[in-house]
């Protein structure tokens, strides 16, 4: 029997082509959803991939959605902690709310999910944690306060659990995407995005296929010797020291 991969925010964007390229690659994948029925809809049909709908920043509900995959498909061998959220705004007008939800969804979630399939991969002797974060969890983005810190986390938490994982053969890295094709980049105003990709050296949008390229990779047999480290997709937009 094949591995099990759940991605987190699995059925749009990055998230849906990572779910599609683990299927390819023969995992049985569980896609998680927060609210979009469509999509999740439409993922299902297309892909055949079975969706989980439940919220990664409510600890309890995140143990219920992954009892339910678990009786389906099996153990969870391979996370994409993939889910996130903006709600931009400058610090000085940052609200509480606006922090508390984007670092719940977007580092607590990571918490949520990776600690609950942790026990299992530690007896097992194997896992794979991948956790997408941001060209902005690394260089930092005005206005993305809450956003960059939730992204620089989830950067901190690869290196600790990195580190605790390795002897019972759990990898744990990052995956840290520039400015990728998607819809919501494709909703930015056109002269921004002209802006925007005029910042990139290779002169475009990354693609989402190129983003599960990284995590397949990183989630198979042959990257076991690659923990603790962020993988940089970018096109050289931004290149850590």
């Known amino acids: ?3 099990v991969a759940l991605v987190t925010g699995g059925t749009r964007g990055i998230g849906r082509a990572i779910s599609e390229r683990l299927k390819k690659d023969g995992y049985a994948v569980a896609a998680n959803y927060g609210g979009n029925e469509e999509a999740a809809k439409l993922c299902e049909q297309e892909l055949g991939i079975k969706c989980y709908k439940f919220d990664v920043s409510d600890y309890d509900g995140v143990g219920a959605g992954l009892k339910q995959i678990e009786s389906d ?16 705004g400058p610090f000085h007008k940052m609200t509480k709310e606006q922090w508390d939800k984007v670092i719940d969804v977007d580092l607590t979630s990571a918490f949520n999910v990776t600690r609950q399939v942790w026990d299992g991969m530690r007896e097992r002797g194997f896992g794979r944690v991948i956790n997408i974060s941001s060209i ?3 260089k930092g983005q005005f206005g993305q306060a809450n956003y960059s810190a939730a992204k620089a986390g989830l950067i901190g938490l690869t290196k600790a659990l990195a ?4 002897k019972k053969g759990i990898t744990v890295n990052v995956v840290a995407p ?6 919501m980049v494709r909703a930015v105003p056109e002269k921004v995005l002209e802006s925007i990709i005029s910042t990139i050296p290779v002169g475009r949008l990354g693609k989402a296929e190129e983003i599960a390229s990284m995590c397949a990779y990183l989630a198979s047999e042959e990257a076991a010797f690659i923990t603790g480290a962020t993988m940089t997709v970018n096109g050289a937009q931004y290149i850590a020291g």
């Open 1 to 3: 029997m094949g591995r």
């Open 73 to 88: 498909l099996g153990p969870v061998d391979v996370v994409v902690n993939n889910a996130g959220i903006t709600w931009d």
């Open 136 to 138: 902005n969890g690394q």
């Open 163 to 166: 580190q605790e994982g390795a």
């Open 178 to 183: 520039g400015y990728i094709d998607t819809e």
